[in-house]
C-alpha cells in the first residue's frame, strides 16, 4: 500500500520505520519482522518461516538479520 504524500508527512517517524517494507518479494514490513523476532526467533530465515515465506531473492536478509538482532537484544533473558 502505498501513502498518499500528504499523510506520509503526517505520520510519526516511528510509524513511518515500522511501515517500512523489509521485503518486497514477500511484502513483509518491518513491524511484522520486529514483532515475530520478540517471540524468539533466532534468525532471520527462522523469521520468514514463522512468517509463511521465504527469502527469494536475498537482498533483504542483511536487514532482517538487523532487525531480528536488535528484537532479539530488548527481550529481556
Known sequence: ML?????????KR???????IVCSCNALR???????ARGGVRCER???QRLG???QCGQCLT???????????RVPA
Open 46 to 48: 527462522e523469521a520468514y
Open 14 to 20: 516511528k510509524e513511518i520505520r515500522h511501515a517500512m
Open 63 to 73: 536487514y532482517a538479520r538487523q532487525l531480528v538482532q536488535e528484537e532479539s537484544a
Open 53 to 55: 515465506c521465504r527469502p
Open 30 to 36: 518491518e513491524a511484522q519482522v520486529r514483532e515475530i
Open 3 to 11: 501513502l498518499h504524500p500528504a499523510t506520509f508527512r503526517r505520520l
